[in-house]
């Protein structure tokens, strides 16, 4: 019977861990945003912003 | 133990897929933040020059402050501080705009500092920015 618990504690544990990834802050996607909205305010474009090629 | 390897398995692939889910891009495209960059887009035709003249510098936490007063004439002091409030009150309403519009109203904090690094990253030569608390020009 007690065999029962270890798969209740692994949901519990997996549940968890689905809402810390659901609440994590997207840091890469935070920052290609605030460049778009930068390009837009600041009318700088892709032309050669020097600092965005990072590929 | 067979079932229980199946089931770490599980978890892993629903990690990874989530995982995914969430380096999906932000939302910024909703009619509230439309309008705010385009009012800050307006405005820059106008503190362009002040960025350029050292007047108003670009700050730590994703603000703009005036610098330097004695670079702006005196006639246009006034206008200047004016220009700066408004900026910072719109810049103030886009971060919070974008956490909420994604649905994360506590991602604010971390939103801000995210402009603040390529606000400041993506300056023109000449323009001050601050860094750990003092001014450096670009």
């Known amino acids: ?55 | 133990m067979n079932a229980m390897i199946k089931f770490l398995v599980a978890i892993v692939t629903l990690t990874v897929a989530l995982n995914v889910f969430a380096a999906a891009d932000l939302e910024v495209n909703t009619p509230g933040i439309n309008a705010i960059k385009q009012s800050m887009q307006a405005r820059h035709a106008q503190l362009a020059a002040h960025y350029a003249s050292g007047a108003v510098g670009l700050t730590a936490d994703g603000m703009i402050a005036l610098r330097d007063a004695g670079a702006v004439p005196l006639a246009q002091r006034q206008a200047v501080n004016a220009l700066v409030a408004a900026e910072n009150q719109d810049r103030n309403a886009l971060y919070a705009e974008i956490a909420n519009a994604n649905g994360h109203p506590e991602w604010q904090a971390e939103i801000r500092s995210t402009f603040a690094q390529r606000w400041i990253q993506r300056a023109q030569p000449g323009w001050w920015v601050q860094s750990s608390g003092s001014w450096a020009r670009k």
Do not use: G, H
């Open chain 1, 1 to 55: 019977m007690n065999r029962v618990w270890i798969p209740i504690a692994f949901a519990a544990f997996a549940l968890s861990a689905c809402v810390t990834i659901n609440i994590y802050f997207p840091a890469a996607a935070a920052e290609k945003a605030a460049d778009k909205i930068i390009d837009e305010v600041w009318q700088t474009q892709q032309d050669k912003p020097a600092a965005k090629e990072e590929k």
